[in-house]
């Protein structure tokens, strides 16, 4: 499953167009909110008289409003309004009666089934998930076939981005390192690894 972006039009209260498009199941809602936005406004820009798209997504149109987003969607969507200044954005409420509104959400539902497959950048969590998985795998690699820290390997057999949290004495157990006179022998700072007791 993916998500479901829709618009519809209206003339003299009568629908005269609806469009349909899904996005990948890995994009954001906001994105898919964003790209039925998208959609309309290029749908619009195709006359000369003067439109008025409604949203309920707040989220979009505080973004569409804001000048120096990074967010490219969002700029191609300011470009287009630039370019078309007959075409007016606005803020509805959601769920509350209003038959354009109630219907982009009924056709948004459909089509996550019917839809025209849409193209979009993946969202910056989902590379962000990506490259952390490969880091992870990297460091599993390097962890499992590096010469170092054999002692605590033995320990902590795959690696995590959280910190495992020890206690002093289980680090020192851990890695050999401290009062141990195994320790001492090995840096000349004691001429016998065994222990007096």
């Known amino acids: 499953m993916g998500t479901g972006c829709s618009y519809c039009a209206f003339e003299n209260c009568i629908e005269?167009?609806?469009w349909k498009g899904k996005l990948e199941k890995f994009h954001t809602v906001f994105q898919d909110e964003l790209m039925g936005l998208k959609e309309a406004i290029i749908r619009a820009s195709q006359g000369n008289e003067i439109t008025k798209i409604w949203t309920d997504s707040l989220s979009s149109v505080m973004a569409v409003l804001d000048p120096r987003t990074p967010h490219l969607l969002v700029r191609d969507i300011q470009s287009l309004l630039t370019q078309n200044r007959n075409i007016l954005v606005g803020w509805i409420k959601a769920h509350v009666g209003y038959r354009g509104n109630e219907e982009a959400?009924?056709?948004?539902?459909?089509s996550i089934t019917e839809g025209v497959v849409v193209k979009a950048l993946k969202p910056r969590c989902?590379?962000?998930q990506?490259?952390?998985?490969?880091?992870?795998?990297?460091?599993?690699?390097?962890?499992?076939n590096g010469n170092t820290g054999c002692s605590v390997h033995k320990?902590?057999?795959?690696?995590?981005?959280k910190p495992v949290f020890w206690?002093?004495?289980?680090?020192?157990?851990?890695?050999?390192?401290?009062p141990f006179p195994?320790?001492?022998s090995r840096f000349h700072l004691s001429e016998s690894d065994s222990c007096t007791c």
């Open 182 to 184: 195994s320790f001492f």
């Open 130 to 144: 990506l490259l952390q998985e490969l880091f992870l795998k990297k460091w599993q690699h390097l962890w499992d």
């Open 126 to 128: 989902e590379l962000k």
């Open 167 to 178: 206690t002093h004495e289980e680090i020192l157990s851990a890695t050999g390192h401290g």
């Open 105 to 110: 959400d009924t056709l948004a539902k459909k």
């Open 155 to 161: 320990v902590l057999k795959t690696v995590h981005i």
């Open 16 to 18: 005269v167009l609806e």
